[in-house]
Nanobody, 115 residues
Framework: QVQLVESGGGLVQAGGSLRLSCAAS????????MGWYRQAPGKQRELVAA???????NYADSVKGRFTISRDNAKKMVYLQMNNLKPEDTAIYYC?????????WGQGTQVTVSS
């Protein structure tokens, strides 16, 4: 019942910025945790950032101080502002909704950071 579509990925040089967007459709509630994950080739998918409730956020250590997650419940959108990008940030980025351990995933958007 929940569909997620990511956008905003692309190719950027190291030190640059991108803002990813995730558009949700279906039944989304403000109590749901929304987050961004990423997966690089040959690596496990990992948490990048998550947001729950009004403004309760968590970030991977590797992106703290560089990335910011936000949400607009009225628009059913979640965003990931990525600054000072590094080549190791290169991955497919996925949006996820977590509703008491029921997960909904988008299909991802590619972020490539060149050196």
């Amino acid at each position: 019942q929940v569909q997620l579509v990511e956008s905003g990925g692309g190719l950027v040089q190291a030190g640059g910025s991108l803002r990813l967007s995730c558009a949700a459709s279906g039944s989304i509630f403000n109590i749901d945790t929304m987050g961004w994950y990423r997966q690089a080739p040959g690596k496990q998918r990992e948490l990048v950032a998550a947001i729950t409730g009004i403004f309760n956020t968590n970030y991977a250590d590797s992106v703290k101080g560089r990335f910011t997650i936000s949400r607009d419940n009225a628009k059913k959108m979640v965003y990931l502002q990525m600054n000072n990008l590094k080549p190791e940030d290169t991955a497919i980025y996925y949006c996820r909704v977590d509703r008491y351990n029921v997960y909904y995933w988008g299909q991802g958007t590619q972020v490539t950071v060149s050196s």
